[in-house]
């Protein structure tokens, strides 16, 4: 019987160390050799039942971008751009034809993102406000993918242990809800999951652009 058990405590901590292992890193040739230094960026496709959705991320994606060493067009200009030549949906503006693209704009490469998650969930004991974004960056020039990423910011994250018993815990959820309800807690998680999707340096990561003092140096995809 100890047998056993000893065997079984082993393969629960070798299941726990498998699910800790890193995912492999991303293969950042072409990236490297196309070395985009400007990037144009489209309005998202929110999948959320959230109809603000898209603004909320699209106003805050030029910080992480340019930071990191690049130049992005203005994306209020772009997406006014869009809808003064009839193109309202994110949808329709995803499926233009790049080469088209490249010759209006000039732009190195475009992203093209997807919101899969955006707001708040209430349940009895607790609430979440949760962004979640996915990312690729194609280059206009010769339509190759250059990389693809997704990241994630809840709320749930900065919500500390309640040691109180059960009242303890729906207060803490009455006060979140409170909180969620008078504050854009959302467009705040918005701006956390860009940044975590789009500033360089992070492992699996965008690389560092040309206009970055970080370019070009080795281990920039982040450990």
């Known amino acids: 019987m100890k047998r056993?058990?000893?065997l079984f405590l082993v393969l629960i901590v070798a299941g726990l160390s498998g699910c800790a292992e890193p995912p492999p890193p991303y293969d950042y040739t072409a990236f490297r050799q196309n070395q985009p230094r400007s990037i144009l960026v489209f309005p998202p496709v929110n999948r959320s039942p959230e109809v603000h959705a898209g603004h909320g991320v699209l106003a805050q994606v030029t910080l992480p971008l340019a930071e990191s060493g690049y130049y992005v067009f203005p994306v209020t200009l772009v997406e006014e751009t869009f809808i003064n030549n009839g193109l309202t949906q994110p949808e329709d503006i995803h499926g233009l034809d790049l080469k088209k693209?490249?010759?209006?704009?000039?732009?190195?490469?475009?992203?093209?993102?997807?919101?899969t998650e955006y707001g708040t969930k209430y349940m009895v004991l607790a609430s979440d406000t949760r962004v979640t974004l996915e990312a690729r960056l194609i280059d206009l020039r010769t339509g190759q993918k250059l990389w693809a990423g997704s990241a994630t910011a809840s709320s749930a994250e900065q919500s500390s242990a309640?040691?109180?018993?059960?009242?303890?815990?729906?207060?803490?959820?009455?006060?979140?809800?409170?909180i969620n309800t008078m504050a854009d807690v959302t467009y705040d998680m918005a701006g956390l999951a860009d940044n975590r999707l789009l500033w360089a340096g992070k492992r699996n990561g965008m690389l560092y652009g040309p206009r970055s003092p970080m370019f070009g140096k080795e281990g920039q995809e982040g450990k």
């Open 101 to 115: 693209l490249h010759k209006i704009f000039h732009a190195d490469a475009a992203l093209y993102m997807v919101i």
């Open 162 to 178: 309640n040691s109180g018993g059960l009242a303890g815990i729906l207060a803490q959820a009455l006060v979140e809800q409170i």
């Open 4 to 6: 056993l058990i000893l």
